[in-house]
């Protein structure tokens, strides 16, 4: 038995046996409450002012049988009989009544009396708590089930099983807003009259809380309060401990009216307190088995609800997620279309410029190199240059769109390959020679310590990064000199190569250089109009350095100069030659004479030119006819595989009326080389192309495309294409490409046709 008193109800009309009973519980010392009645109406009234822990009673008594006193199962209080028979029938019919023992009046078994009321309270507290525990099992079960209730539901079942489990009248649960003073409030049973509203009602302070949950939450402890309790080690309980067999009078009843009893808790996740739950009104003082049905009960219920609201953020979580992710697939596809519509436009626009900028450029250079030009006036010399000087500048500013374009796309490809660093410099200074003479300005190369033979780098990528940036040190630099420096240099244990482009030119405030590296800025806006230039190149030079995993950084003093530094990976250096002195290992190039510009080579074949444009089949032909070609004209692809096809025995209605259409392709006999316009009416020449080599030509087919972008060129490489050139036309390459072909051995046909 646990150290709270027992309430025995004692019925018997024998004074002598209840004297004896009265001495033996005396003489054991156990703690009980003994009340006495005589008859069976007299016990009833007891029994309606308490229920007891254990009923004794005689089987035979002046007004009925002790047995018409056991409980039903519903509230089962165990009962022993006692009689003074000792008919073993008898003691049968009354433990089939159910009661808990059967005992035959003696002086001794009365004596033993305490002994067997606490044997049967054992067991009946033991059978209690086994209800108890499979109660509360069952409680914590259905309420781990309660996955898909609302937090409003599984804090009512919660309450309404503390409740029932602590044999309370009302139960209480003030969830904590944040952990901080307001607090959702919620009871059971709601229609309580005294109890705090239900469940939905806002958020109230903690000072308007019933007293036994401000206590517990103040305390951080569970607290008992009202009526008379027990006191325990550690936990905080009112009353003075005090309990007589004069405790169910009426009066001590109002007492426990006015000072009803309440078990609070706080409930709490790790330090944080989440909420305070409390149940009240119960008819005996609470104790630590209720203090562990409502914790175990407080504490299942929060992880539920804690699981439940984790589940519902991770929905909500999820949810955002697939809406951000399809907001997200839209933009993308936007961005896409948007680039895609970006690459249609400038492939157009590139395509539009470059075709009347072939005319433009190259008739401005025949007026240019024909005739003695000593003779002619000088302002029509002028006219001319500043025709073939600006057509250069729109031709650059093209190219450096394009370029930057590609790389904000993602579509500029890198390579490593082995390259020579000293022959990546002297190309260049041999090239920027010319400009740099035109103004007097020496241009000079050094070296700092030895110089790897090789490094694994792009060097068309470089070649552009340092004409870019020595080509923006001439255009700023009006006297002084221009000076190259490379070194090698380490950094975090990976070698790396450096270029110093050094001027004396009119130089740059920080403010400049901040910005100097954006597109469209130059030093100045009147630095704009006197040099002129894109403002692309610098912002194109870095990129293309950082995709080498490099830089181009500057340094600069208004008025003294400016020094650009480009810094690549070199890659490994593992065998590679180093040379100490670059300028005697490595011959110097020499600037090339503007003047062998593709004149002197000569052109002894048959050659189908397929453009539809009039004015540069014009210019085309001429510069074709004066190096010796036998020209044809054919102005879309449909033509020109009739005419190309020596197998074709008619010739089309538009061929008839062609600029050679007195003539007859087949007896002037086969094409040698073909020029093919790709974008053209009728038939284009991708499809003229893949025809021709359908059907077995196999002489060189040379594209001829204002389309400049490098999947142009692999698509025409694709449909057949010998060669790639893109407009304007440049006389000299073009001439070398042609004579390229021409001296072959053999026919050069892709792969695949």
């Known amino acids: 038995m646990n150290n709270e008193v027992a309430r025995i109800l004692l019925v018997e009309d024998d004074e002598a046996h209840v004297g004896l009973i009265r001495k033996a519980f005396a003489l054991q010392d156990i703690r009980v409450a003994l009340s006495v009645a005589s008859d069976i109406a007299t016990a009833r009234l007891c029994l309606e002012r308490a229920t007891p822990d254990l009923i004794i009673t005689d089987l035979v008594l002046p007004d009925g049988k002790g047995t018409e006193l056991l409980a039903p199962d519903d509230h089962p209080v165990p009962v022993v009989v006692m009689t003074s028979f000792g008919d073993e029938r008898i003691a049968v019919e009354v433990l089939k009544a159910g009661a808990s023992d059967y005992v035959v009046k003696s002086a001794t078994t009365l004596s033993e009396m305490p002994r067997i009321a606490e044997a049967v309270l054992r067991q009946r507290e033991h059978q209690a708590a086994m209800r108890l525990n499979e109660a509360r099992l069952q409680a914590l079960v259905q309420l781990n089930q309660m996955t898909d209730a609302s937090t409003e539901e599984i804090v009512a079942f919660s309450l309404r099983s503390a409740v029932k489990l602590t044999k309370s009248r009302i139960g209480q649960l003030a969830l904590l807003q944040d952990g901080e003073t307001g607090a959702r409030f919620h009871t059971w049973p709601s229609a309580e009259s005294e109890s705090p509203p239900g469940p939905g009602e806002p958020p109230r302070d903690v000072a308007q809380w019933p007293a036994p949950l401000r206590e517990a939450r103040r305390r951080q402890a569970p607290v008992f309060s009202g009526a008379t309790v027990t006191s325990r080690d550690g936990v905080s309980r009112g009353g003075d401990g005090s309990l007589d067999e004069e405790r169910d009078t009426d009066e001590e009843r109002d007492t426990d009216e006015r000072n009803p009893r309440y078990l609070s808790i706080p409930v709490c996740e790790g330090e944080r307190i989440v909420a305070v739950a409390g149940v009240g009104h119960k008819d005996l003082d609470y104790d630590e088995a209720d203090l562990r049905q409502l914790t175990l009960l407080m504490q299942a219920m929060w992880r539920l609800i ?109 390579e490593r390959v082995a390259c020579s660093p000293v022959k990546i410099l002297n190309d260049v200074a041999a090239l ?78 920080a403010a400049t250089m901040s910005k100097i590296f954006e597109p469209f800025t130059q030093a100045n806006s009147s630095a704009d109009r006197a040099v002129g230039g894109t403002g692309l190149g610098l912002t194109i030079s870095r990129r293309l350095a950082a995709m080498l995993c490099g830089d181009v950084t500057v340094a600069s003093t208004p008025g003294k100069g400016s020094t650009f530094r480009l810094t690549v990976e070199a890659g490994s250096l593992d065998g590679v030659h180093m040379l100490d002195h670059p300028m005697a290992e490595t011959p110097q190039l020499m600037p090339e004479d503007p003047s062998t510009d593709g004149r002197e080579i000569r052109l002894d074949c048959r050659l189908l030119l397929v453009e539809d444009g009039p004015d540069n089949q014009r210019l085309i032909s001429y510069l074709l006819t ?52 790709m974008q053209m009416p009728v038939m284009d020449g991708y499809e003229a192309t893949r025809r021709l080599r359908q059907a077995g030509f196999t002489r060189p087919i040379i594209a001829l495309t204002a389309h400049a972008m490098k999947e142009d060129r692999q698509k025409c490489l694709q449909a057949g294409c010998s060669d790639y050139l893109a407009k304007p036309i440049d006389r000299r390459h073009l001439l070398q490409t042609l004579a390229r072909f021409l001296e072959a051995a053999e026919p050069r046909v892709p792969s695949g046709f």
């Open 432 to 509: 920027m020679r010319v400009r740099a003479k035109a103004k007097n300005l020496p241009l000079e190369i050094d070296y700092e310590g030895p110089i790897p033979e090789t490094i694994h780098s792009d060097p068309m990528r470089l070649r552009q990064i340092l004409i870019n940036l020595v080509g923006n040190a001439v255009n700023f630099t009006e006297s002084g000199s221009i000076r190259l420096l490379c070194r090698l240099v380490t950094v975090d244990e990976s070698p790396q190569l450096q270029w110093d482009v050094i001027d004396t030119g009119i130089g740059m405030t």
């Open 306 to 414: 804690e699981r439940k609201r984790a589940e519902e953020e991770r929905k909500h979580y999820t949810e955002a997620l697939e809406m951000a992710n399809q907001s997200l697939e839209q933009y993308s596809f936007a961005a896409m279309e948007a680039s895609q519509a970006k690459s249609r436009f400038l492939a157009n626009m590139s395509h539009e410029i470059r075709t009347p900028l072939t005319a433009i450029l190259g008739y401005a250079e025949v007026l240019r190199s024909e005739g003695d030009l000593s003779k002619a006036p000088h302002h029509r010399i002028e006219a001319v240059d500043t025709v073939i000087r600006n057509g250069q500048h729109l031709l650059n500013l093209i190219n450096d769109i394009l370029d930057l374009s590609k790389i904000e796309a993602g579509k500029l490809k890198t």
């Open 626 to 677: 004066k190096a010796g070609a036998d020209v044809t004209l054919a102005e879309n692809g449909k033509i020109a595989v009739e005419k190309a096809l020596p197998a074709a025995s008619r010739r089309s209605p538009e061929a008839a009326h062609g600029d050679d259409a007195d003539g007859d392709d087949a007896d002037g006999g086969p094409f040698d080389i073909v020029l093919m316009d």
